[in-house]
Every structure is written in structure tokens, then in C-alpha cells.
């Protein structure tokens, strides 16, 4: 399984991205995917995940902002980030949770105020 995420660049505060997440190969139809970040000198953090029955768990820092949603025909995971802040600037990280962990490699994501 490969995972390619795109989407990411620069905004500025109070402005909107959204992030793709392609995977490729075979990841079963009972899964988890997520959104993790990791900010300069900070540890990777999670931000939101997905089953593959629609279950979601945000990190409260951007519930109401941050929506996941995913289209399993394209096996995409997305993420609309609203009302973005300066402290939303960090490398964002898709990831496959379950059945396996597997990390795609990061876009950036820079705010600025």
C-alpha cells in the first residue's frame, strides 16, 4: 500500500486548503485512515481519522474548522481545512491506521497571519 498526499502550500490566516490522500493497493474494506501533523520541534501529533464505516475522531484544536471525508470508489481520503491559523503550519501526514500503519509522505501546510 502507497499512500500520496497532495494539497498542501501556503495561506494565509482565516483562508481554506484541502488536502488529498491517494492510496493505492489493497487495504481491505474494514479500515482506519487518518491525518496526523507535525509542526517544527513538535512531536507528530493526530489530527483526525476515518473508518471505513464513517466513524471520525477530531482533535479538539480543529473541530468546527477541519472536515474528513473520503471516497472509498477512489480509495481518497480528503481534508478541508477551514479557518486556517497560524498554528496550523506544520508537515501534514496521511496515514493508514487499520489494518496496518502505513505513513504516506508529508505535504506542507504553511499559515500566516
Known amino acids: 500500500v502507497q499512500l500520496q498526499a497532495s494539497g498542501g502550500g501556503l495561506a494565509q490566516a482565516g483562508a481554506s486548503l484541502r488536502l488529498s490522500c491517494a492510496a493505492s493497493?489493497?487495504?481491505?474494506?474494514?479500515?482506519?485512515m487518518g491525518w496526523y501533523r507535525q509542526a517544527p520541534g513538535k512531536q507528530r501529533e493526530l489530527v483526525v481519522s476515518?473508518?471505513?464505516?464513517?466513524?471520525?475522531n477530531y482533535a479538539d484544536f480543529v473541530k468546527g474548522r477541519f472536515t474528513i471525508s473520503r471516497d472509498s470508489a477512489k480509495n481518497t481520503m480528503y481534508l478541508q481545512m477551514n479557518s486556517l491559523k497560524p498554528e496550523d503550519t506544520a508537515v501534514y501526514y496521511c496515514?493508514?491506521?487499520?489494518?496496518?500503519?502505513?505513513w504516506g509522505q508529508g505535504t506542507e501546510v504553511t499559515v500566516s497571519s
Open positions: 493497493g489493497v487495504i481491505g474494506s474494514i479500515n482506519a
Open positions: 476515518i473508518t471505513s464505516d464513517g466513524r471520525t
Open positions: 496515514t493508514l491506521l487499520v489494518p496496518f500503519q502505513r
